[in-house]
């Protein structure tokens, strides 16, 4: 996996869209609260008086290689066991990881690598001071990502929020020399600067390490 899909540093913010196909459900089995399109059994899902969403959020289950979209919402907390963290420049943005799981990379330039222990799945932050406007379209990233795999896919895109900052979620898949890869990242720019944080591995491992991309991603940070 020596060769990265690097996205445009100039990204945007994308609308979500079709949020009517999935709901915000608790889950009574695992207590988690998930966004999904078939409630569990027993679930207590939005448009009840009994729904919260103060349950750790879950990513849309099953949603595979459809594209879907989800409404706005907050992001999942760090988990406590991400207790290292690397500052980019002028300590606007921060990456909070667990030491026991990934090993960052010397910088080279504006871009740091993060190793997981398994030796299949990667980080990649792209820390940039200058921003750009927030509704550059979409299609600007994608057009520079097919630069290096023609026929890649966005699967997953919707805003979420941190600190009152919006930031676009994505997920992509993309075929690198014969090899299927998926690419799971945040996506800021505003006054503070520009960053990609993307976390990726190959599509037949996807599932076995999403928790841990989910994982990683939810140590990104904005400082105010």
Excluded at 113 to 118: P, R
Excluded at 186 to 201: A, C, H, N, R, S
Excluded at 208 to 218: G, K
Aim: a positive charge.
């Amino acid at each position: 996996m020596k060769r990265v899909l690097t996205l445009c540093v100039f990204i945007v913010m994308v609308t979500a869209a079709n949020a009517a196909d999935f709901i915000w459900c608790y889950d009574t089995t695992t207590g988690k609260t998930i966004v999904t399109n078939s409630p569990p059994p027993g679930a207590i899902c939005e448009g009840t008086g009994e729904f919260t969403r103060s349950a750790p959020v879950m990513e849309p289950a099953g949603s595979g290689s459809k594209s879907s979209s989800v409404p706005k919402r907050v992001l999942n907390q760090r988990s406590n066991k991400s207790t290292r963290v690397f500052k980019t420049k002028g300590n606007k943005f921060a990456i909070w990881y667990d030491p026991s799981k990934w090993t960052q990379q010397k910088p080279d330039g504006i871009k740091v690598t993060f190793n997981h222990k398994d030796g299949d799945l990667y980080a990649m932050v792209i820390a940039e001071r200058i921003s750009t406007k927030p509704d550059v379209l979409k299609e600007t990233v994608l057009s520079k990502a097919r630069e290096s795999a023609p026929d890649t896919k966005v699967t997953l895109e919707e805003n979420r929020v941190m600190n009152g900052k919006t930031i676009l979620c994505m997920r992509l898949e993309a075929e690198l020399q014969g090899i299927q890869f998926v690419y799971y990242g945040y996506f800021y720019t505003g006054k503070e600067g520009t960053i990609q944080v993307l976390t990726y591995t190959t599509q037949n491992l996807y599932h076995e390490y999403e928790s841990e991309m989910i994982e990683f991603l939810n140590g990104f940070t904005i400082n105010n």
